[in-house]
């Protein structure tokens, strides 16, 4: 008995094949586990940083198209006070020339009443000579 004692203690070269696959098999399990769980944890940092990369991104695109919406808003702003600006002159001066033509009528109807007094003194003038010569 002491023989069948000493060949269970007694590791085989068949047991310590089988011992050894399975330190290698567990081992190897365990780098599984543990690469596993680092490319878990490398896929949500990376997952995570994508999604702060997103948000700025999406952040400087809304800025920039505010930005430019209010430049070509400026731009229009700027376009618009020109343009006021040429109607106030040009409505200034139609209204200084339309003053101008006001006035100069002004003075032909006068010059026109004063010739048509002319006239009719010179016709009472005459009328008064002729009717002098009568008498």
């Known amino acids: 008995m002491a023989a069948t004692t000493h060949a269970n203690t007694t590791q085989t070269p068949a047991g310590e094949a089988i011992n050894e696959a399975m330190r290698a098999t ?3 399990s365990r780098r599984t586990i543990q690469t596993t769980q680092d490319a878990t944890r490398l896929s949500r940092e990376m997952l995570l940083q994508s999604t702060v990369a997103g948000r700025k ?13 209010k430049a070509g ?4 702003n700027a376009a618009l006070s020109a343009n006021l600006a040429f109607i106030d002159s040009v409505a200034s001066a139609n209204h200084n020339f339309a003053e101008q033509i006001t006035n100069t009528l002004h003075q032909a109807q006068q010059a ?3 010739a048509w007094h002319a006239g009719l003194r010179a016709a009472n003038t005459m009328v008064a000579g002729s009717e002098a010569e009568r008498s």
Not at 57 to 69: D, Q, S
Not at 73 to 76: M, R, V
């Open 57 to 69: 991104l999406f952040t400087a695109y809304t800025t920039g198209v505010e930005a430019a919406m």
């Open 73 to 76: 808003f400026d731009a229009q």
């Open 26 to 28: 567990a081992e190897a």
């Open 112 to 114: 026109a009443l004063e």
